[in-house]
């Protein structure tokens, strides 16, 4: 948040004062919310349907459609080869934390509060609340260094503290049912009040000139590759070296807009 006031003041302020800590950051968020960036899953699942989204509504679906039921049958088959309690990214996270708890003072404080002394930062641990006043533990609903040196201290299975959502058997439930294809549309099911039932095109609008833009306007911040430029005919996506061109050199007169 320093450096947020320190470049921009103005969004510091707003971000502060107007919205709220605990609309756009995990941190003060009163409720559970998973470490995942919403907009970057659309940004892929656009880039997947990048060619198809130019199809009519029908085969637009039925590329959807195809392409969950591939995506569903390929995580079932990982989730079952999975050997370990947890799932293959939780899993690599939660191992180096045992060899990080290891030699940690940990006092009891009653039958479910241990007081766990770090160098760094120390934390009080409540084992059947799965707390600990470091909010790690609280946020991640994954054990942290004081939380699994509580749990050896008790003699308790560190995975039963772990949130169920990270474990084997919740990956694969989540994937455990098939996702079958519509098939042809003369052997679709069609209910009579769906069939009888008048649906006019909607409304359009005049377009604008020119060609549909089809890539989106980059955000404020972010940066697209710049394409390469040839110093021989001034053509981007290839070097001098590679110039198939027959024509002179241009070299000093090089555009200086380069498309992204």
Known sequence: MTEISHRYPRVAEYLENEVGFEKWSRCHYPGLRYNITTTNMVESLNSMLVNARDFPYVAL?????????KWWNDRRIVAMAITAPLTPSRESEFRPRFAQSNGRHTLQLNPVTYHVKDGELEGVVDIFNKTCT????????????????A?????????????????KEYYMLAYSETIYLVGLQSQWDVPNEVATRVVLPREVKERKRGRPKTSR?????EFRKR?????????YGHYKKKCNSQTGSTEGNQPTDVPV
Request: proline share 5%; with cysteine.
């Open 134 to 149: 470091c909010k790690e533990f609280d946020i991640d609903k994954l054990p942290c260094v004081h939380a699994i040196a």
């Open 227 to 235: 394409k390469n430029c040839c110093g021989k005919c001034g053509a």
């Open 61 to 69: 679906l039925d590329v959807i459609q195809e392409k969950m039921s």
């Open 217 to 221: 306007f980059p955000s404020v911040g």
């Open 151 to 167: 749990a050896h201290h008790a003699q308790v299975s560190v995975y039963s503290l772990v949130s169920p959502y990270y474990t």
